[in-house]
């Protein structure tokens, strides 16, 4: 079956540098992906997304990149804020359902 | 706000009792689905239904898990004879459709502990 897995369970970065989570995916089939947020206490949040058929997309502050090759996509945070401090899943959109990685904690510092 | 709302937000119970959670999705969404997150984890899917008709359940729903959404708007995921293991945070989400375009909004979870 799919799984997803992400690189570090944790990543403590400086209040303005640039934040990058990395998940790895094992279906060379699935074609849409999704990065949550999700902050203490409360249920995940969608930052971006991407299709397959796309390797980049930038949001606000937030870029995905997709590499179809190495089956790697990371969620890159610019100027790292302290509200970014939380959890982020990667998730695949399987059949019907998200598949959810086990998560990074991106802990911002002053 | 997501506008998906659960209830309870927290629910300790004795091993062994029943519980009920409820969830209330985003109105014009036709689907709405169940997740449980334990410590550590990503949400892993429990079932999922359209409108009213429950489509999929997954191995993790064992017989003492039953979820129903009898008018295809609220719905309830019931647990009997909790047990230990069954300590988790149950995420609910609604979306519009499935796939791409169609995002899953998730509300704030019920988090149960069974002691």
């Known amino acids: 079956g799919e799984s997803v897995g992400l690189h570090l369970p944790t990543l403590s970065v400086q209040e303005g540098d640039n934040s990058i989570i990395n998940c790895a995916y094992s279906n060379s089939a699935s074609d849409y992906f999704i990065w949550y947020k999700q902050e203490s206490g409360k249920g995940p949040q969608f930052i971006i997304d991407?299709?397959?058929?796309?390797d980049k997309r930038q949001g606000q502050r937030v870029t995905v990149l997709l590499n179809k090759t190495v089956k790697h996509l990371s969620l890159q945070i610019a100027a790292t804020q302290p509200g970014d401090s939380a959890v982020y899943f990667c998730a695949i959109q399987g059949t019907d359902k998200l598949i959810f990685g086990t998560g990074t904690r991106l802990q911002v510092f002053p | 706000d997501t506008g998906v709302s659960q209830d309870p937000r927290h629910k300790i119970t004795k091993r062994g009792q029943n519980v009920t959670f409820r969830c209330d999705p985003i109105s014009e969404h036709n689907r709405l689905y169940w997740y449980r997150q334990t410590l550590g984890q990503g949400p892993e899917f429990l079932t999922y239904f359209q409108n009213e008709a429950q489509l999929e359940k997954s191995r993790l729903l064992s017989d003492r898990f039953s979820a129903e959404r009898p008018k295809g708007s609220f719905s309830t995921l019931e647990i009997q004879r909790t047990e230990q293991g069954d300590s988790a945070m149950y995420l609910c989400a609604s979306s519009l459709g499935s796939g791409a375009d169609s995002e899953a909004f998730f509300g704030q979870g019920t988090r149960l502990t069974v002691v």
């Open positions: 991407i299709r397959s058929n796309m």
